[in-house]
């Protein structure tokens, strides 16, 4: 065994203690103060460091867009926030680690040729991590808190942010299985972003792994076999949510409607009026690390990414973050056109990222961003070593 496999098996071990610390693995906090939460955060940090500072000299400097506007974009948050951090202090020591955290985990990711040449490693132990999460959620979560249409849980995000790592493994009954699993979790969590998140994912993966891949045409008996899976899904869910959720799931999706998806329409509304009322350094640089909470007397991020990294870090942060998504849109294309195999997975990633994105956090969530980031460290990685 390597030291890319030890270092590697190290941070998703942190990885996963940290998600499980969040208060009892759940909560939105993005840092805790418990003296456990520090220990697993530095640890972290200094493995990712470790083994980005002291790869192999002789390995070549990676040149793609993808890695380099992510480290821009990524500096920029982290040199901001910090700066603003000197008139409103951070709620807690650990976040100036976990800010920086993801993209420390994005550059180890990134560089795994210079460890390691089976990319297998990285899918499996991030594949593990998944079902253990998925496992924790659905056997003990519920057993310890009052489950009803009122109580939604952010639980499931994590999970289904590791799907696309799922959707990498060759196996299709692997897959099959993995996809059931995330589709449970996050119908049990009654969060209609993550369920939409996922349809949309799901759909993106197979378009672009049947369609644009494989090249097969829409016939006759193609068409009347994904007629019967959907069809065949739908009563799943049908049969989930009446019988298991007690009608909850589709009393959630009935709610979205009539309250304007929770009150985010005026939550929008707000903070786009806050944005016009700005400062001009604010209209530049925002207000730095979660600047829409102390922006107003509504007390409440934005709820929408956009918004956010705009209220957060202005203009130059709205357009590296603008130009960083640009460029994760033309490698899933450049992927496409090369028929890569992991193609399919990472446009499901993105799918998945641009939904979530619109109407919860991921960019401000640090054990959110972690897990993205891992992923597209490694599709950069994939690129390098020309795997298809």
Known sequence: MNKYIYRLILIVISFLLFVFERDNMFSEDIATNDTSGTIIVVFMLFFATYAVLFSSKNEKMIKDKVYTRYIALSVLIYV???IFSLMHPFGSRVTYGTIILPLLLFLFAA????????DNMIIWCMSIVAVMLS????????????YEHETQSNASYPILYLLPFMLCHRNKALKIGFMIVVLIVVMYSLKRGGIVALSC?????FYISQIRI??????????????IVIVGLLYFIRYFNENILSGMLSDRLSDSVDSGGSGRLDIYKYYWNVFKDSSL???IIGRGWL???RSGSMGLTCHNDILEVLIDFGIIGLSLYTIFIISLIKMCRKMIKNKHEYAPAMSASIAILLVNSMVSHIIIYPSYLIIFSLFWGFIVYSQTTQHK
Do not use: D, E, H
């Open 111 to 118: 560089n795994c040729s210079k460890y390691n040449k089976n």
């Open 281 to 283: 350094s604010q209209l």
């Open 80 to 82: 901001v926030s910090i």
């Open 135 to 146: 496992y924790y959620y659905i056997s003990n979560y519920f057993s310890n808190i009052m």
């Open 214 to 227: 494989k090249n097969r045409k829409i016939s006759i008996v193609p068409a009347i076999s994904l007629i």
């Open 201 to 205: 994912g799901l759909i993106t993966y």
């Open 291 to 293: 600047g829409s909470i």
